[in-house]
C-alpha cells in the first residue's frame, strides 16, 4: 500500500514536532513527540509496515518504508531525549529489518550511522560487552573504521578493557552527536559502580577526597549519596569512606573469597592525582 496523504502529514507533523524537541528539550515537546509517534505506529501498523519484511517481486513501496524507518529513527532518538532506554531498546529492535534486510532497496538514512553507534553505546553502559562484540562483528569493517559515530563506542571499549577510565571521563563531553551524552552519562554510572566493587574489596576504608577522585565526583554532596546508595559509613570526624560492613558481607557471601585489587586501585589513585596536577 503506497503511503496515503493521512500518512504523509502525520509523518510531516512529527518530524516538526521532532525540530522543535531538539531545540528546546522540553518535556511539553517530549510528550508531543511520544503522541505522534503513537498516532503513526498504529497507522504503520495497519499498512503492515511497523516490522516489513524483504519486498517481494512488484509489491515494492519505496516512500511507504522510508516512512516508516523514519519514524522509527524518530522513536529512537526522541528516546534518548526522554531518557527512556527501554523505549530505545524497542526502536532499536523495530530498526533492525530496515538496516539488516531493505539496505539494498531503501535510500540511505543521515540516521543510519548515528543510531548503531548509539546502540553500541547503549550496550556499553549497561555493561553487556559480550553483545557489544558480537554487534560490532556484524558492521562493515569499513564502517567501523571511518564512521565517527561508531568509532566513539569502540574508543570507550578499548580503554574500558584497559581500566582507562580517565581516559572515559575526559572524553565524556567529547560526544559526536548530543544525543550520545546520555548514555555516556549512564557508563560514567557503570564505571563508578565497578570502581566502587573493587574498593570494596581491596580497602576497609579510604578518606573522603581519595573516594571522591577515584569516582571522578567533584563535590561532597555527590559522594555522600553515592556512598549512601552503596550503603558505605562516612565519618565525619576522620573525612574517611569505610567499607568494613559492605566488605564484611560480600566476604561473606563469597565464601570468604579475597581477590587482591588494593595494587590496582592505588596506582589508579595515583595515576588520577597525577592528571589533575597536570591538569
Request: proline letters at 6%; charged letters at 25%.
Amino acid at each position: 500500500m503506497a503511503a496515503d496523504e493521512e500518512l504523509r502529514a502525520a509523518h510531516q507533523k512529527l518530524q516538526a514536532d521532532f525540530s522543535a524537541l531538539c531545540r528546546t528539550k522540553g518535556a511539553e515537546e517530549i510528550e508531543t513527540v511520544a503522541s505522534q509517534l503513537s498516532q503513526l505506529k498504529l497507522m504503520l501498523a495497519e499498512c503492515e509496515l511497523l516490522y516489513p519484511q524483504p519486498p517481494s517481486p512488484g509489491g515494492f513501496d519505496v516512500d511507504s518504508l522510508v516512512i516508516a524507518r523514519d519514524v522509527a529513527e524518530i522513536g529512537a532518538l526522541s528516546s534518548v531525549h526522554a531518557k527512556d532506554t527501554d523505549s530505545f531498546d524497542r526502536y532499536w529492535s523495530q530498526l533492525k529489518p530496515f538496516y539488516l534486510d531493505l539496505p539494498t532497496y531503501l535510500p540511505p538514512s543521515d540516521n543510519y550511522e548515528p543510531i548503531v553507534g548509539l546502540s553500541l553505546l547503549r550496550k556499553l553502559s549497561s555493561n553487556s560487552i559480550s553483545a557489544f562484540h558480537m554487534a560490532l562483528e556484524m558492521l562493515p569493517a569499513e564502517l567501523v573504521r571511518e564512521s565517527p559515530y561508531i568509532q566513539h563506542p569502540v574508543l570507550l571499549e578499548r580503554w574500558l578493557m584497559e581500566g582507562s577510565y580517565s581516559n572515559v571521563w575526559r572524553e565524556r563531553q567529547n560526544v559526536p552527536r548530543e544525543e550520545f551524552q546520555f548514555f555516556v552519562d549512564m557508563l560514567m554510572v557503570t564505571i563508578r559502580h565497578e570502581i566502587a566493587s573493587c574498593e570494596e574489596k581491596a580497602y576497609d576504608s579510604l578518606p573522603l577526597n581519595d573516594v571522591a577522585t577515584l569516582l571522578f565526583y567533584n563535590s561532597l554532596p555527590e559522594v555522600l549519596e553515592f556512598a549512601k546508595e552503596r550503603g558505605w559509613h562516612v565519618n565525619p570526624t576522620t573525612q574517611t569512606v569505610e567499607f568494613a560492613t559492605k566488605h564484611a558481607e560480600r566476604s561473606a557471601a563469597e565464601g570468604e573469597e579475597r581477590i587482591p585489587r588494593r595494587a590496582t586501585i592505588t596506582s589508579n589513585l595515583h595515576f588520577a592525582r597525577e592528571l589533575e596536577s597536570i591538569v
